[in-house]
């Protein structure tokens, strides 16, 4: 795989977006839900692996599903996927998060095709809002490098928070 192949790989992820994450968040928002979900966000620490819906049963039907749906292993994932990913994180979680947060995150908040769903749904929040945006999904890198994060549910958590981020 070459460098072209990959930055166009993500140039078309970034242009998809997160088809599934900005429906629910744009409902969200419509039904005026956003300061419940705002709540939930607070109290989420870990997402269990596998995340029954009844322990989600207090939340909006569609809201708790895609929870539930996050909390599942991606397809294929398998115990070697875990442990190599455990492995690259142990081993390069420093420079990874470095650059991510350098030049990743800074990307995506300065581009024009980045940070889509905050700019169309006005959440960005104004003058402050891209530092704490900025500080809200870094977290995610330095989660990642957390022992056990892969299995225990708080990564899931924080990648779901993330996805979610613009409510």
């Not at 990642?144 to 549910?153: I, Y």
């Amino acid at each position: 795989m070459t460098v072209e192949t990959v930055e166009a790989d993500l140039e078309a992820a970034n242009l998809e977006g997160d088809p599934a994450a900005d429906a629910l968040v744009s409902d969200l928002i419509d039904n005026s839900e956003v300061d419940r979900v705002n709540g939930l966000f607070r109290t989420i620490r870990t997402l269990k692996p596998r995340t029954p819906m009844e322990e989600l049963s207090n939340l909006p039907e569609r809201l708790a599903q895609f929870l539930h749906d996050a909390s599942e292993e991606p397809p294929g994932w398998s115990e070697a996927d875990v442990k190599a990913a455990e492995g690259f994180l142990a081993h390069h979680h420093g420079t990874a998060s470095m650059l991510q947060g350098t030049v990743g995150l800074i990307g995506t908040y300065l581009s024009p095709t980045g940070a889509y769903t905050l700019r169309s749904t006005g959440k960005l929040g104004g003058v402050d809002g891209p530092g704490r945006r900025l500080s809200q999904s870094s977290r995610l890198f330095i989660g990642m490098g957390d022992k056990d994060a892969l299995r225990n549910g708080t990564l899931a958590a924080t990648v779901t928070k993330v996805r979610l981020r613009p409510v």
